[in-house]
């Protein structure tokens, strides 16, 4: 198994809504990541964690908040977001951290929009 | 900071031709570059990873190599098909977990 799952694929949520996406790897993989990504732009870094602890925030705001409840799952827990934060959200993960010549592999992303 | 420019950002070509795409960064002391490639609203899939003591890597039709004195890692696609059409990422890497990912090269193989 190669795949890294995102679920969902597409959501519509509002201002004040609480949601969270998911991301599932059992590829054995100690090293997962989200990215944000906006049409026709580079995907940005937002958080790493390594063996299940974070190691990278990159500056995100405080409505988006991960977690990393075992080895093979990630979370991004989602609130109170502005029509700005509309993207393709990607998860991706590796065998160890990054750096250390690890290829990434991705899922398939969630395409989140904030009405 | 690490800015990195892809050359050209757009490419479209009848099948069969040799592609060159190009990558750029302003900062030299890396680890590694990956390649890859994006299908429409898709995630990622890496095609080649070169790490900082090699010169290039091959995968069938794709080459790529890695100038890191220069700041440079090109892209060779040979004998192009409709199906690589997508959009082509470099990002070159620092040893702190990060990737910074290129502006990319949305190429279009036509029939």
């Known amino acids: 198994d190669t795949e890294v799952t995102q679920t969902p694929k597409h959501l519509v949520m509002g201002m004040t809504n609480k949601k969270s996406l998911k991301c599932e790897q059992h590829m054995g993989h100690r090293a997962m990541y989200w990215y944000k990504q906006k049409a026709k732009k580079p995907p940005e870094l937002m958080f790493v964690y390594s063996y299940e602890k974070l190691s990278i925030n990159e500056s995100v705001p405080s409505r988006f908040s991960p977690e990393c409840p075992n080895s093979s799952l990630l979370n991004l827990h989602l609130h109170a977001l502005q029509p700005e934060d509309s993207a393709l959200y990607l998860c991706?993960?590796?065998?160890?951290?990054?750096?250390?010549?690890?290829?990434?592999?991705f899922g398939s992303g969630t395409q989140l929009s904030v009405l | 900071k690490q800015e990195v420019t892809q050359i050209p950002a757009a490419l479209s070509v009848p099948e069969g031709e040799n592609l060159v795409l190009n990558c750029s960064f302003t900062?030299?002391?890396?680890?590694?570059l990956q390649w890859f490639r994006q299908d429409p609203g898709k995630g990622l899939t890496s095609l080649l990873l070169i790490q900082s003591s090699q010169r290039e890597q091959t995968s069938g039709r794709l080459n790529a190599s890695l100038d890191k004195s220069s700041g440079r890692s090109t892209l060779y696609i040979a004998a192009s098909q409709p199906g690589d059409s997508a959009t082509y990422l470099c990002?070159?890497?620092?040893?702190?977990?990060?990737?910074?990912f290129g502006t990319g090269t949305r190429l279009q193989v036509f029939p």
């Open positions: 900062d030299s002391a890396i680890y590694n």
């Open positions: 990002a070159p890497e620092r040893n702190t977990d990060k990737l910074i």
């Open positions: 991706a993960s590796s065998q160890d951290r990054a750096g250390r010549n690890e290829k990434l592999f």
